[in-house]
């Protein structure tokens, strides 16, 4: 034991090493701009950090407007079915493309292709195509129906599903990828013995291949939610929070509140619960993902 | 050709540098608009005519909201511009306090601007503790009506000459296929045309009580009961103008689609850039033809501390030149705004920059919202009156509710 | 095959390594018409339609004058077509008195993406490695923060990072950005990375140890040769974050280093008068232009470096 103590101490101090520039991010960054964040959430913080400390009145402030209860509302609908969607198309589109079909490198690229755009572009193009003035609306009354109504965006009531079109024709194409990897990743003797069994080939799916894609599943979960939780340049570029504040997100309060209307220790409230909230996420993966097994 | 201008380009290079002390100074903004850019243009050209030193532009379009943090960043960040845009009012007074903006009082007292800015308030929301730390550059109202004279001659009617005949005449506008109001979406849009129906129809010293001292009945009582009646008849004109910018909207009256829009005073520039002529393609109605009062906002220019001697006189140089008679006649006009000082000549201004000049001349003017509203403040009404006015579910009352709570929680 | 890690991480390998041999390899699907086919056929085709209508709509506006814009359909293909847009977006827009249009941008956005997107892979591959194969106490626990931190919203982390920066004295500097872009890409490279290392065969990575290999050995000798795959991933993710980013790229620098998204927004944003959508599209095209590039060039690098690295396994 005295022998190998030692050389343990020196294996891990080279990994160590190399993972400086990773514990400060976490530490530095990520722990401590958290910690500066939500001390400031305590503060009268205007438009510069000052130390005034308030309580609870920032919180107090955020839970009673409704442009926040909004923002929440609108990431809920906009997280789920973002969620179940992209998750759900990018499946089924990543099975279709397993099917040994040919073209498959032209389809995979045009699904993918959108990824490569910001959503600066994407929320532009969108609002465009969805403008009722002249988007799809006005072709669509232009070829003699007359009272056809696709106005998403200028609608209140369903304005997020509007940002949800484009966020979806946006991010499914990398789920897509991610999905048809996990798909490329099962041993193709398990097709051969469900084929020899007679079992349907969606049964397979469902009862075979979806549950050894677990983790593929939980990654590609992580990449989306992340990006979910972010969701602030698109909806600037396509609809500025609007109409009214009908489209508004807790990102975008955020930025608001500390940009616009020069509140930091609003703005730092509202970070500090979406930080909150990312926790809730964030905790359960890191039990799935090392939860009580030990490796090596 | 190209090559003699390449030529002469690197000769007025060598010149500028061999030039004693000449720095480039950095200048942030956020005038992308076409009138906006055609205004800064001016002091670009005139700010290198008169020194030596170079203009280099740092134009962030968006507005405040996207320029702000960049400038903010960048002054706490300890690498800042050498002179930004801001609001004047209420703005800058942190960073002043925190010590990042230079004390320009020795430019103001050498260039004698407590004598020459009017009115003098300006100069007033660039002082702290006594010092001047900023450059007014422009007087800039909020209290006009805008409209196309076209449009009414389509649907058959006189141009109104005041904001209840601009009412009584929209079902005829639609009848005729026009958008009776423009209003853009953004929400500082919104709550801007909202305080001019409070300043015009209400009178100013409803706003100055309600704005400046927090007067939470007065904001429930009758009078402001009328003027949220007035912003329900204003939310039936807007119907169906699906803009976003001030100057989209602008642009619905230039192009005849829309009746009229409520809008400041630098709606002037885009009607100049477009080629309209006032009077005879458009109408401007100050105080919306109810009650004549301009606002005396403006933009003002500050200073960051710099620590280094030659950006030190570049700045002082700019601040002298933004307020020269030449600069201030020649940005205006195109800005569409009114000069910061009045011994100016004004000649080639149009019948609505006059307007404003006899306005301001008589006195009857009131401080602008900013100045009396924090940021915050302003974001709380920015945020009522866009989901009103884009919203025809929110009754009149619910949103006087609403604006009566926010008067309160003011600070 | 149990463990989470080592399947998540199959993720990319295994996609490419499947792609490269689906062609020559197994029975050649069944050429008729049958049912399925044209189901399968029919859903792609009616989908990629669907993907590729924005892009249809951009390319045709952009080639459109105005008169014909305000006129017209927007899915009409244009009756006269005019690069007089396209010159514009790159050369003429105006902001502000500069009027040069993206040009002005696009080698500070080279110049900020090149070094950002070496040093984020590097530094997130010697993390997923370590992470991967030299776990060491803790490691869970940074990692988590990590994932953590791919959550936070990047306007809450913008003054912490500028003081940050400050007291370093990197704020306004070129490794400022490269450091912040660093940042921020870690998470989920990381996140790659160290399932991709995972799913790596241990026996090559044990027999290296036997052989008396060290840290820095086995990762340039044993590892790096066999992860192209990854490594473009990694590239596609970060050329596309870092050249399509804005905020980053205007607050943590100077107007002489500011990148192309920084006009785009300027051009897209700064209304003179009237919108000039086809102008619009144009500048929207220009600057997504070279992370489409890289990413249908690398596509095809992605399916043959896979190739060879399955002759050599």
Redesign the interface.
Known sequence: MAATRPIRLF??L???I??I???L??????????A??VTYSFTSS?????TKFVGLDQYERLWGT??WLISIENLLIYGICMMVLSLVIGFL?AA??D????F??T????????????????G???Q??L?????VQ??IR?FGWESFTFDPL?D?RIVIYGVLIAGL?QGT?LVM??M???L??IDQDIWKASRVDGIPAWKTYVFIVIP?????F??TL??I??GI??V??LIVAQT???????SEV??KY???????????G???AA?TM??LA??V??IP??F???GGRK?? | MTHLRTTLAATTALCATGAVSAADLEVTHWWTSGGEAAAVAEFAREFEEQTEHTWVDGAIAGGGGTARPVMVSRIIGGDPMAAFQFNHGRQAEELIEAGLLRDMTHVAEAEGWRDIVNPPSLLDACTVDGRIYCAPVNIHSWQWLWLSNAAFEKAGLEVPKNWDEFVAAAPALREAGITPMALGGQPWQSSGAFNVLMATLAGPEVLQKIYGDGDADLAAGEEMKRVFKAASDMREMVQGSNVQDWNQATNLVITDQAGGQIMGDWAQGEFAVAGEVAGKDYTCLPGLGVHEVISTGGDAFYFPETGDAEIEAAQDALAATLLNPKTQVAFNLKKGSLPVRSDVDLEAANDCMKKGLEILASGAIMPDVNMLNTEDTNNQLNDLFVQFFQDTSISAEDAQAQFVEIVASKD | MSDPGILSATVVGADAARDALAGPRGPKPRRRFSRRNIFIYGTLIVVALYYLLPLWVMVVTSLKGMPEIRMGNIFAPPVEITFEPWVKAWAEACTGLNCDGLSRGFWNSVRITVPSVVVSIVIASVNGYALANWRFKGADMFFTILIFGAFIPYQVMLYPIVILLREMGLYGSLTGLVMVHSIFGMPILTLLFRNYFTSLPEELFKAARVDGAGFWQIYVQIMLPMSLPIFVVAMILQVTGIWNDFLFGVVYTKPDLYPMTVQLNNIVNSVQGVKEYNVNMAATLLTGLVPLVIYFVSGKLFVRGIAAGAVKG
Do not use: H
């Open positions: 294996r891990n080279s990994a160590k190399a993972a520039p990773m514990i991010t976490a530490m530095v960054v990520f722990v401590g701009g958290t500066w964040t205007k438009l510069l950090p000052k409704a442009r589109l279709l493309l099917q040994k079909i040919r498959e490198n389809f995979r690229t045009i699904l993918l292709y959108p990824f490569a755009l910001s959503f600066i572009v994407t532009l193009v969108w465009w195509l403008n009722p003035d002249f988007g006005s072709v232009g200028y209140a024709w194409g990828c991610l048809l990897a996990g490329r990743g050894m894609m677990r983790p593929v939980i990654t992580v990449i939610a992340s939780v972010k602030y340049d500025g929070g609007g109409p009214g504040i009908a807790p990102a955020v930025y608001d509140y500390m940009f616009q209307g020069q509140n930091l609003q703005g730092f970070s979406m930080l990312v926790l996420v964030v993966w890191a799935l993902e090392f490796r090596v």
